[in-house]
């Protein structure tokens, strides 16, 4: 799955990717590592009123039923990724209900746990090379209970998973939700995501789209989970040499 993630990069570099039809209001402050359950804000790309918007949402999706802090307390910490599988087959699932509330997710990259049959397993830091900043697919929902200090209705992200490709497989290869993945889209395939007409079957063709591993760059590194500082040292590499190689085809 996916639960934990970094933002390190600039507004420009996302405007790139997808140019939004309204100025953003808000600016991004770099974080090399938030896990899931912190409900930390990131950048998302979403079409409203037919108009492309960048805008902060908070990771954790809050859904209509979660309508006292009690239910949001109770449930929300389940509600970090989407399985792909669900979004079309499942017609009881919340991800099949909110499936055309679709958004970009922006990152500079996310981390997963591998099993060396060791004391602790080693987290990995993945991207995609030669990119500062990539788009995860992701569906969105605005809670029904507004903030209680601004009164605003808050704004949450799902982020979409999938079956690991060739890579993943080996780092996230341990847990009940072992080998999968985070669904990576290209660029060019950015905006397609957020069409308002898409069709199920041209959705479909976008939650089969598998990265290929070659297209990934990953390295072992620290601890993240008990980590106090949130700079660069995050993602520098573990070079323990008791960290077996990742060898893949």
Not at 213 to 242: F, Q
Request: glycine residues 2%; aromatic residues 10%; hydrophobic residues 40%.
């Amino acid at each position: 799955m996916c639960y934990d993630m970094s933002f390190f990069s600039s507004i420009k570099k996302i405007a790139d990717i997808i140019p939004p039809d309204e100025e953003p209001d808000f600016d991004v402050v770099p974080t090399w590592h938030q896990v899931a359950q912190s409900w930390h804000p990131f950048p998302v790309a979403l079409r409203e009123s037919n108009k492309i918007k960048l805008k902060l949402f908070e990771w954790g999706l809050i859904a209509d039923y979660m309508n006292t802090p009690q239910k949001v307390t109770q449930y929300r910490s389940s509600m970090a990724n989407a399985r792909s599988e669900k979004i079309i087959h499942d017609p009881k699932s919340i991800w099949h209900r909110i499936r055309h509330q679709r958004c970009i997710v922006f990152t500079t990259g996310f981390f997963e746990h591998r099993n060396i049959q060791a004391k602790k397993k080693v987290p990995y830091f993945v991207k995609v090379k030669e990119q500062e900043v990539f788009c995860l697919a992701g569906l969105y929902n605005y809670s029904p209970l507004p903030d209680p200090e601004t009164g605003e209705m808050i704004g949450t992200f799902t982020v979409v998973t999938r079956k690991a490709n060739s890579l993943m497989r080996l780092i996230h290869n341990d847990g009940a939700s072992a080998e999968r993945m985070p669904l990576i889209l290209p660029n060019h395939w950015a905006t397609t995501w957020l069409r308002a007409d898409l069709t199920d079957q041209e959705l479909q063709t976008m939650l089969d789209y598998e990265l290929p591993s070659a297209s990934l760059e990953t390295w072992p590194v620290h601890t993240i989970r008990t980590r106090k500082t949130d700079d660069s040292s995050v993602i520098e590499a573990n070079r323990d040499a008791g960290i077996p190689a990742l060898e893949h085809a």
